[in-house]
Nanobody, 127 residues
Framework: QVQLVESGGGLVQAGGSLRLSCAAS????????MGWFRQAPGKEREFVAAINWNSGTTYYADSVKGRFTISRDNAKNTVSLQMNSLKPEDTAVYYC????????????????????WGQGTQVTVSS
């Protein structure tokens, strides 16, 4: 069992930066793929970024590639999302997720692959 709690959301102007954090409980955190997803009002939840268990591999949505960076610290049971050059279209509730994924079979971008979810944190980017 893994419990996830996000933090770090807020209001920022376009072009600014935010860093989201996700604190996980559970002794098996280090074995899970960790992902970030987001959901804007009236839209489906969409993939943002993922990192495998040992930080050896990351995967990003095209819309955030080059602007966002995902990282994790297995000793502290945390995963972070550094968001730079934010745009109004990045406005959404951001969710942290954990799952046992096999990256060789399919990319880590589907919500159905993740077993555990946080409650979300709001990110608002003003123009």
């Amino acid at each position: 069992q893994v419990q996830l709690v996000e933090s770090g959301g807020g209001l920022v102007q376009a072009g600014g930066s935010l860093r989201l954090s996700c604190a996980a409980s559970g002794r098996t955190f280090s074995t899970y793929t960790m992902g970030w997803f987001r959901q804007a009002p009236g839209k489906e939840r969409e993939f943002v970024a993922a990192i495998n268990w040992n930080s050896g591999t990351t995967y990003y949505a095209d819309s955030v590639k080059g602007r966002f960076t995902i990282s994790r610290d297995n000793a502290k049971n945390t995963v972070s999302l550094q968001m730079n050059s934010l745009k109004p279209e990045d406005t959404a509730v951001y969710y942290c997720a954990a799952g046992n994924l096999d990256w060789r079979r399919q990319p880590p971008k589907w919500t159905s692959l993740y077993e555990y979810w946080g409650q979300g944190t709001q990110v608002t980017v003003s123009s």
